[in-house]
């Protein structure tokens, strides 16, 4: 059975730091892309962040970029994704997501985790 338990969430400051981290198992987490997508109350999902299954390939929103960085440990089979500058657009229940490719896990992934909330605000 796949499962993808995304953890990290919480309440935080503007301009705070926080890590999420997704957990991965029943597939083999070196052969997958996996991705973070966030949905904010009453909005679509947004993809935050890919990247490819040996993690040279990245890809980071506008609305993240040079605040956000995915990274992945395979070894841990293991997604994070690190948050700085946190700003209150940014409150949305955070899922990791995993697929077999790089282009599929951007728009349409297979694998889906239960979400975890993070909440920006003073």
């Known amino acids: 059975e796949v499962q993808l338990q995304a953890s990290g969430g919480g309440l935080v400051q503007p301009g705070g730091s926080l890590r999420l981290s997704c957990a991965a198992s029943?597939?083999?987490?070196?052969?997958?892309?996996m991705s973070w997508v966030r949905q904010a109350p009453g909005k679509k999902r947004q993809l935050v962040a890919a990247?490819?299954?040996?993690?040279?390939?990245?890809y980071h929103a506008e609305s993240v970029k040079g605040r956000f960085t995915i990274s992945r440990e395979n070894a841990k089979n293991t997604v994070y994704l690190q948050m700085n500058s946190l700003k209150p657009e940014d409150t949305a229940v955070y899922y990791c997501?995993?697929?077999?490719?790089?282009?599929?896990?951007?728009?349409?992934?297979?694998?889906w985790g239960q979400g975890t909330l993070v909440t920006v605000s003073s």
């Open positions: 997501a995993a697929d077999r490719t790089y282009t599929t896990v951007k728009v349409n992934p297979t694998y």
């Open positions: 029943g597939f083999t987490f070196d052969d997958y892309a």
């Open positions: 990247n490819g299954f040996n993690g040279l390939l990245t």
